[in-house]
């Protein structure tokens, strides 16, 4: 029996990248997943794997900075599932290398509004089912770009820092309905990293020289492992806390 047997995740940005991964190394143990993104063609394409892996899946076309959309979202869960045990807000809009002085309303909108509000929404959306369970996890993603302070990443940093502070109020405040809320700082090569990559190579082999261990992390293998923790009986004590699953990039 898998370590996520008989439990229902939610997984914001599931059908890419690091939220991708996550999904996979859930299916591994054995969850029954809803995913949800802007691209139904992407959730569409990731369903098969994920059920041969062992997952029983479900997909939803939906924007995280709609609150209708993230209840929409819960809903699915447990009317195709029958509850919600964990909560995964992964989703999350991007501007890379702008700076201060070029930050617009659109570039801090789209950063808050799919990062900070978003996450809310969906905790506020799967609380009462979580209580229903007697309890759960919600894992949230920040970004060492927050921990670290990272030049060109100020909206976006600003926004993940925001989700930490958010994570561990909400730790406090849930806490004594057994809701656990934990934070992700991960470092992986999605996407959206292979194209930085090769569009910024000078700045990608410097970044590699801070990664104590001088590899990039890979979604399923490295960041999914530690999700699947958190997900788990096995972090029933641990909440309010920040695991930084980037390799040895920041070490607090």
């Not at 209580?131 to 990443?153: D, E, F, H, L, V």
């Not at 934990?182 to 970044?207: G, H, M, R």
């Not at 020289?209 to 979604?219: D, M, S």
Request: net charge negative; charged share 20%; no cysteine.
């Amino acid at each position: 029996m898998g370590r996520l047997q008989d439990k229902v995740a939610v997984i914001t940005g599931g059908g890419q990248g690091v939220g991708l991964g996550i999904a996979q190394a859930f299916a591994d143990e054995g969850a029954s997943l809803v995913l949800s993104g802007r691209s139904s063609a992407k959730l569409e394409a990731v369903v098969s794997d994920l059920e041969q892996r062992g997952g029983k899946v479900a997909v939803l076309q939906a924007d995280v900075r709609q609150r209708e959309d993230a209840f929409r979202t819960i809903q699915l869960a447990v009317d195709t599932f029958g509850g919600l045990d964990v909560l995964v807000n992964n989703a999350q809009i991007s501007h890379q290398n702008v700076l201060l002085q070029d930050n617009n309303t659109s570039v801090l909108d789209e950063t808050f509004h799919s990062g900070v509000y978003g996450s809310i929404w969906h905790m506020q959306a799967a609380l009462p089912h979580l209580k229903a369970r007697g309890g759960g996890s919600i894992i949230n993603m920040g970004s060492r770009q927050g921990t670290y302070g990272a030049p060109g990443y100020t909206a976006y940093a600003a926004a993940k820092e925001a989700v930490r502070g958010l994570s561990r109020a909400a730790a406090r405040e849930l806490g004594e309905y057994n809701i656990r809320v934990n934070v992700i700082n991960p470092s992986a090569i999605s996407e959206t990293a292979a194209k930085w990559l090769v569009d910024f190579p000078d700045e990608a082999a410097e970044n590699l020289k801070t990664v104590a261990l001088r590899r990039w992390g890979r979604a399923k293998e490295d960041i999914g492992p530690v999700a699947v923790f958190l997900a788990s009986d096995d972090s029933s004590y641990l909440s309010g806390q920040t695991l930084n699953v980037e390799g040895g990039m920041v070490m607090p």
